[in-house]
């Protein structure tokens, strides 16, 4: 079954840790996206990428980085720099396409606690 | 601010009602909106969408209304179920040329039996 993978589904980190988010997808999808939803909020974008090799900062980018190595991951880094990392973590990638059809498919999220 | 927003944080509505969902937009350059259907603990799943060059559009129990001379979108759950239960998100191609998409805040919708 073609999908978008994340893992962990839970993940622990003491301040001062950083951490890296694991995304997947095996829907042959150039756009890859990472969120940040906080309780009762919506989605805020953190980085996106639209291909390979390539990635570009999102809403709320500070603390946080990215690679674009292979077409089907996009790992995020949450940085000891990220003042307020307890979040879930939504990873999303879609088809290239610009203002038609540009549907996002959401993994099933990390939920990361810093203690 | 959100350039997308809902007018009701939640709805609680008995099952078989039909449940409407409000969703305003501040861009008239959007092209493409979509609702998303997020149960708890889980990521968002596709419901419907509708370009700009429609009104309307209809799947299976769902219709969503594009006004686009007040920048309102609507969703219309028909003969609600228990299993529609979940918070509800509107997002708007902002950005047509970068393909992303801006989401509003979400509107919690309670079926109750």
């Given at each position: 079954?073609?999908?978008?993978?994340?893992?962990?589904?839970?993940l622990?980190?003491?301040?001062?840790?950083?951490?890296?988010?694991?995304?997947?997808?095996?829907?042959?999808?150039?756009?890859?996206?990472?969120?940040?939803?906080?309780?009762?909020?919506g989605?805020?974008?953190?980085?996106?990428?639209?291909i390979?090799?390539?990635?570009?900062?999102?809403?709320i980018?500070?603390?946080?980085?990215?690679?674009?190595?292979?077409?089907?991951?996009?790992?995020?880094?949450?940085?000891?720099?990220?003042?307020n990392?307890?979040?879930?973590?939504?990873?999303?990638?879609?088809?290239?396409?610009?203002?038609?059809?540009?549907?996002?498919?959401?993994?099933?999220?990390?939920?990361?606690?810093v203690? | 601010?959100?350039?997308?927003?809902?007018?009701?944080?939640?709805?609680?509505?008995?099952?078989g009602?039909n449940?409407?969902?409000?969703?305003?937009?501040?861009?008239?350059?959007?092209?493409?909106?979509?609702?998303?259907?997020?149960?708890?603990?889980?990521?968002?799943?596709?419901?419907?969408d509708?370009?700009?060059n429609?009104?309307?559009?209809?799947?299976?129990?769902?219709?969503v209304?594009?006004?686009?001379?007040?920048?309102?979108?609507?969703?219309?759950?028909?003969?609600?179920?228990?299993?529609?239960?979940a918070?509800?998100?509107?997002?708007?191609?902002?950005?047509?040329?970068?393909?992303?998409?801006?989401?509003?805040?979400?509107?919690?919708?309670?079926?109750?039996?």
């Amino acid at each position: 079954d073609g999908g978008i993978t994340q893992s962990p589904k839970y993940l622990f980190r003491k301040e001062g840790q950083n951490v890296t988010l694991s995304c997947e997808q095996n829907l042959n999808h150039d756009a890859m996206y990472w969120y940040r939803q906080d309780p009762g909020q919506g989605l805020r974008l953190i980085y996106y990428s639209q291909i390979v090799n390539d990635f570009q900062k999102g809403d709320i980018a500070e603390g946080y980085s990215v690679s674009r190595e292979k077409k089907e991951s996009f790992p995020l880094t949450v940085t000891s720099a990220q003042k307020n990392p307890t979040a879930f973590y939504l990873c999303a990638s879609s088809h290239p396409g610009q203002g038609w059809d540009n549907e996002q498919f959401f993994g099933p999220g990390t939920r990361l606690t810093v203690l | 601010g959100e350039s997308v927003g809902l007018h009701l944080p939640t709805l609680s509505v008995q099952e078989g009602d039909n449940s409407i969902i409000n969703c305003a937009y501040s861009n008239s350059a959007s092209d493409y909106f979509i609702w998303y259907k997020q149960e708890s603990g889980k990521g968002p799943q596709f419901i419907i969408d509708i370009r700009s060059n429609m009104d309307k559009r209809q799947g299976q129990r769902v219709t969503v209304l594009l006004n686009k001379t007040v920048k309102h979108l609507s969703l219309q759950i028909a003969a609600t179920q228990p299993g529609d239960s979940a918070v509800y998100f509107c997002a708007e191609n902002y950005e047509p040329l970068e393909g992303k998409l801006t989401f509003g805040q979400g509107t919690i919708l309670t079926v109750h039996p």
